[in-house]
Nanobody
Framework: QVHLVESGGGLVQAGGSLTLSCATS????????MGWFRQAPGKEREFVAA????????YYADSVKGRFTISRDNAKNTVYLQMNSLKPEDTAVYYC??????????????????WGQGTQVTVSS
C-alpha cells in the first residue's frame, strides 16, 4: 500500500524557481525508486526525473538536465523536485510516481506502479 500526494505547484515567471514535494505513505517506501513525470494538455505523459531507492543515482530527461534536481528523504518519506531556470515549455501537471523493486525502466510511465494526483505548474513568459 503506497499513497502519494504532490504539492508545491503554482504560477512562476520564466527564469524563476519552484520546488515540488511528494509526500508518501507505506512501509516499503525506502525500497522504491521514485520519479516525476509531467503532462501538458493534449500531450503524452513524459518522463522528467527519477532517483533510485538509496538516493545516490538520479536520472533526468534531456529537456530538464542541468535545471532540475530530484532528491529524496527516506526518513521523511518525501521526494522533491527542485526546478530552476523554468521555461514556459515546463508548464504541465507534474505527477509523482513510485516503482516497486525490482526496478526496470524509468522513462516509460507504464513501468511505474503508483501515482499521485498531480500538481499544476505554470510558467509565464
Amino acid at each position: 500500500q503506497v499513497h502519494l500526494v504532490e504539492s508545491g505547484g503554482g504560477l512562476v515567471q520564466a527564469g524563476g524557481s519552484l520546488t515540488l514535494s511528494c509526500a508518501t505513505s507505506g512501509r516499503t517506501f525506502k525500497s522504491y525508486a521514485m520519479g516525476w513525470f509531467r503532462q501538458a494538455p493534449g500531450k503524452e505523459r513524459e518522463f522528467v526525473a527519477a532517483v533510485n531507492w538509496s538516493g545516490d543515482n538520479a536520472y533526468y530527461a534531456d529537456s530538464v538536465k542541468g535545471r532540475f534536481t530530484i532528491s529524496r528523504d527516506n526518513a521523511k518519506n518525501t521526494v522533491y523536485l527542485q526546478m530552476n531556470s523554468l521555461k514556459p515549455e515546463d508548464t504541465a501537471v507534474y505527477y509523482c510516481a513510485a516503482q516497486a523493486p525490482p526496478s526496470t525502466y524509468y522513462s516509460d510511465y507504464l513501468s511505474w506502479d503508483y501515482w499521485g494526483q498531480g500538481t499544476q505548474v505554470t510558467v509565464s513568459s
